[in-house]
């Protein structure tokens, strides 16, 4: 009768007095142990809570590591390892979209049990989620102030503030490319959110319209297309789990909860690449 175990390989190591183990290697201890609860009692649904949080802060690191990396190709002209990198922010943006359908699984009951416990601490204060957010072009210097007691964290805020967007930089590789991109928009205020601009407009018409001739460009921006897509997404499942979960509370950080989370839906990173849709195929006199 077979024992239902695989034979171990004797090339298998065993020995991690000297070798790197994987636990080491990825820091285990320190992540495993990092889950705080402070519900009293314990409440057995806060691991999930703290957990979802965590791995979103996780995975928005890596993007914010890749879209550094988007943005020092841009403007090094080096366009496709750029879009490598666009496309695996969109694989990533994926995971943390599907991960509210987890939270999702917390009841109203299960949350009230422990949901006092968290105080004032709220998603909206993820100093990482708003780097993601003025790195995409949605900046709000308003922002700064809810991280006074956080150095590290206004640091990188303020880093993300001061530099072009990504799509500040696609702008200028396109004028470099030869486009004729609006000159204020390449010498715009990087600080400042960015905002819609008409002339702009024909500029991606012209790309769409002529997509064999400018193939790279064209892709890129599909690919920027997707990316707002899919945060437009993940901000309405975050919605629709908060209102699932608390109704229309007010938010833990302050907020008027689900009505200040739908007036996100109302933002945008690249407003013209959704403009030049109603333009594309229409006669031009």
């Known amino acids: 009768m077979s024992s239902n175990q695989r034979p171990l390989e004797a090339g298998i190591v065993r020995d991690f007095k000297v070798n790197l183990s994987y636990g080491r290697y990825l820091h285990l201890d320190e992540i495993l142990t990092a889950q705080h609860p402070v519900s009293v009692p314990e409440h057995h649904d806060e691991l999930l809570f703290i957990l979802q949080h965590q791995t ?32 695996r922010v969109k694989h990533i943006q994926r995971c943390l979209t599907e991960q509210w359908s987890v939270l999702a699984t917390l009841t109203p009951s299960e949350y009230a049990e422990f949901r006092s416990f968290l105080g004032t601490s709220s998603g909206f204060q993820s100093y990482q989620y708003r780097a993601v957010e003025f790195m995409l072009g949605n900046k709000d210097k308003r922002m700064l102030a809810i991280f006074d007691d956080e ?44 905002r819609y601009n008409a002339d702009l407009v024909p500029v991606f018409a012209k790309i769409y319209e002529n997509a064999d001739a400018n193939w790279e460009a064209y892709e890129a921006c599909e690919e920027l297309v997707d990316l707002e897509e899919n945060f437009q997404l993940w901000r309405f499942r975050h919605l629709k789990t908060v209102e699932r979960t608390i109704g229309f509370k007010r938010g833990t950080g302050g ?6 989370l739908r007036k996100a839906l109302d933002l945008t990173f690249f407003p013209e690449l959704y403009a030049v849709r109603t333009e594309i195929g229409v006669p031009r006199t």
């Open 56 to 87: 979103s802060e996780l995975w928005l690191k890596l993007i914010l590591h890749e879209l550094r990396a988007v943005q020092r190709q841009l403007a090094a002209d080096d366009l496709r390892p750029a879009l490598k990198g666009l496309a």
């Open 255 to 260: 907020s008027s909860g689900v009505d200040f």
């Open 151 to 194: 150095p590290g964290a206004k640091e990188l805020l303020v880093a993300a503030l001061e530099a072009p967007s990504v799509y500040d930089e696609f702008l200028r590789y396109l004028a470099r490319a030869g486009h004729r991109v609006p000159a204020e928009l390449l010498a715009r205020d990087v600080t400042m959110p960015y």
